[in-house]
């Protein structure tokens, strides 16, 4: 494991805040150092979650609505499998919430948002671990989630760019 010059409590929130904006964004401009190091850290999130994303429990709910009438409703809750990688993922990533788009009302920007409470968990389950879960089907190997482009040298301390992003 790189020190990156830091004391272990710095560092470790540096790699939380360097994988927390590569899953949220996609793409991320860093050192090399800080990329090559990052590029574990989030694959292994990322790894965690294709491998439980599919452990879904239905189940059915009874309720009174206004007029007294008991309706019942299909719910779908995590496995014990997948909530338990949800909790050790959020507990490994920073909290970012939804930004509201250019031009989206207010009232549009709150239906949208209403039942997401924690939007990097669900892209993270909805979004990359199926994807990646048909990546590993079809080539027969896990990993390799990130790519590393080197850039030239950065003005001023001359340290080695990098840019890292999700394939």
């Known amino acids: 494991m790189r020190k990156l010059n830091r004391p272990t409590d710095e560092r470790l929130a540096?790699?939380?805040s360097l994988a927390t904006n590569?899953?949220?964004y996609g793409k991320i401009e860093t050192t090399l150092e800080k990329a090559k190091e990052v590029r574990t850290y989030a694959?292994?999130?990322l790894t965690k979650a294709i491998n439980t994303y599919e452990d879904v429990i239905k189940t059915n709910k009874t309720s009174i609505d206004a007029n007294g009438v008991k309706v019942s409703r299909?719910?779908?809750n995590d496995g014990v499998k997948k909530l338990a990688a949800r909790r050790q993922?959020?507990?490994?990533l920073y909290n970012i919430q939804e930004i509201r788009a250019e031009k989206e009302s207010k009232a549009d920007f709150v239906k949208r948002t209403s039942d997401i409470k924690?939007?990097?968990i669900e892209k993270i389950f909805n979004v990359y671990a199926p994807k990646?879960?048909?990546r590993?089907?079809?080539l027969g190997t896990g990993g390799g989630y990130t790519r590393i482009v080197k850039l030239c040298t950065r003005n001023g301390d001359n340290a080695e760019m990098a840019i890292i992003e999700l394939v």
């Open 118 to 120: 924690y939007p990097l």
């Open 14 to 16: 540096v790699l939380r």
């Open 89 to 92: 993922i959020m507990s490994k």
């Open 132 to 134: 990646y879960a048909k």
């Open 74 to 76: 299909e719910v779908i």
């Open 22 to 24: 590569l899953l949220w």
């Open 43 to 45: 694959e292994k999130l």
């Open 136 to 138: 590993k089907e079809t």
